[in-house]
């Protein structure tokens, strides 16, 4: 099974700010197969990058993925209050998916 | 558009059983497959397994296997998940996904809650 480890596990910045999340595959991963999600609060996950760069519908430009192998990220250029949330990255293999633990954006 | 309606919350006492439902609507049932994922309280997000709407071909998590299974019904665009033999580090809000071609999951449901407790 591959282990995908999200650091780090929170971050604390400001409105305005650039955020940088990591994921990283404990074996290559697929770069068509690997999604970021955003959660908040009592919500179901929301689907923002799929094939580790393409935005899903709806999705604002300020969030970007990037990455191969076994290194991703995922960038949101310049932090909205409503960004604020849990990112998890996620990948799929083998008929078989696998999260990330969650990286906390929050407030500064 | 796209929806997916999952039933409400359980609470169930350990060794029993629970069916959680996820009807489907706004698209073409049989096109997509569907995930189950489920939460624990305060934790991150746990892959149950997999069940192709097309022919009821599924996958599921190694941990879970032999407590669960997953079924469609066609006729109603439902998809069900039952876990068996119920214990406390089961309770957890349980999600019903849409599998896209790359694998990600595109549509969620709104989740149950299910509360495993003497």
């Known amino acids: 099974e591959i282990v995908l480890t999200q650091s780090p596990g929170t971050l604390s910045l400001s409105p305005g700010e650039r955020a940088t999340l990591s994921c990283r595959a404990s074996?290559?991963?697929?770069?068509?197969?690997l999604a970021w999600y955003q959660q908040k609060p009592g919500q179901a996950p929301r689907l923002l990058i799929y094939?580790?760069?393409s935005r899903a519908t709806g999705i604002p430009d300020r969030f970007s993925g990037s990455g191969s192998g076994t290194d991703f990220t995922l960038t949101i250029s310049r932090l909205e209050p409503e960004d604020f949330a849990v990112y998890y990255c996620q990948q799929y293999g083998s008929s078989s998916w696998t999260f990330g633990q969650g990286t906390k954006v929050e407030i500064k | 558009q796209v929806q997916l309606v999952q039933s409400g919350a359980e609470v169930k006492k350990p060794g029993a059983s629970v069916k959680v439902s996820c009807k489907a609507s706004?698209?073409?049932?049989?096109?997509?497959?569907i995930s189950w994922v489920r939460q624990a309280p305060g934790q991150g997000l746990e892959w149950m397994g997999w069940i192709s709407a097309y022919n009821g071909n599924t996958n599921y998590a190694q941990k879970l296997q032999g407590r669960v299974t997953m079924t469609t019904d066609t006729s109603t665009s439902t998809a069900y998940m039952e876990l068996r033999s119920l214990r406390s580090d089961d309770t957890a809000v349980y999600y019903c996904a849409r599998v896209l071609g790359y694998g990600c999951h595109d549509y969620w449901g709104q989740g149950t809650l299910v509360t495993v407790s003497s």
């Open positions: 706004g698209y073409t049932f049989t096109s997509y497959g």
């Open positions: 094939g580790a760069s």
């Open positions: 074996q290559s991963v697929s770069s068509s197969y």
